[in-house]
């Protein structure tokens, strides 16, 4: 599944966001799965990816993309920081306080779509980061489309 967009949520008292409903309305249960799977990117933000999402990126760990030791550590950084998380009734997942806190998100967020996951950001945060790509974007482009003439590797 491809995540795109921008979308402002306002976290409630007991922890609960909203997964919009364009999103849920693509997911199909058995390519996507019926749950989340939250994790903190490099980055710090929170990443949410589809659960069939996450268990091939998990398989595609195991097939040795790494090497041993570097899969122990990263198994060891990734796997107790995730957590699988289901859609209630309404279509809310519930966020865990501690990866709130780890992530530096606060009560308004925002959900954005970054090709195979959503990540949940601290809205003021993103703003500002997104301000400041703004300003740089001509040379990200430049960036991207040198990397992409070079086979993905530049």
């Not at 990734?78 to 519930?94: E, K, N, T, Y």
């Not at 959900?111 to 301000?131: C, F, M, P, S, T």
């Amino acid at each position: 599944m491809l995540f795109t967009g921008e979308y402002e949520h306002t976290i409630d008292a007991k922890g609960r966001m909203a997964i919009p409903s364009e999103i849920r309305s693509r997911m199909n249960k058995e390519e996507d799965g019926e749950a989340f799977y939250l994790t903190i990117g490099a980055n710090r933000a929170l990443r949410l990816y589809p659960e069939r999402g996450f268990e091939r990126l998990a398989a595609m760990i195991e097939e040795g993309l790494v090497t041993d030791e570097a899969v122990q550590e990263f198994d060891q950084l990734l796997f107790p920081r995730s957590r699988r998380l289901d859609l209630d009734s309404a279509g809310r997942i519930r966020l865990p306080d501690r990866m709130m806190e780890r992530a530096g998100i606060g009560k308004d967020v925002v959900l954005i779509g970054v090709r195979d996951h959503l990540e949940i950001r601290d809205l003021k945060q993103w703003n500002a980061e997104l301000e400041q790509r703004l300003a740089k974007q001509e040379d990200i482009f430049r960036r991207f489309v040198r990397r992409d003439r070079a086979g993905g590797t530049g």
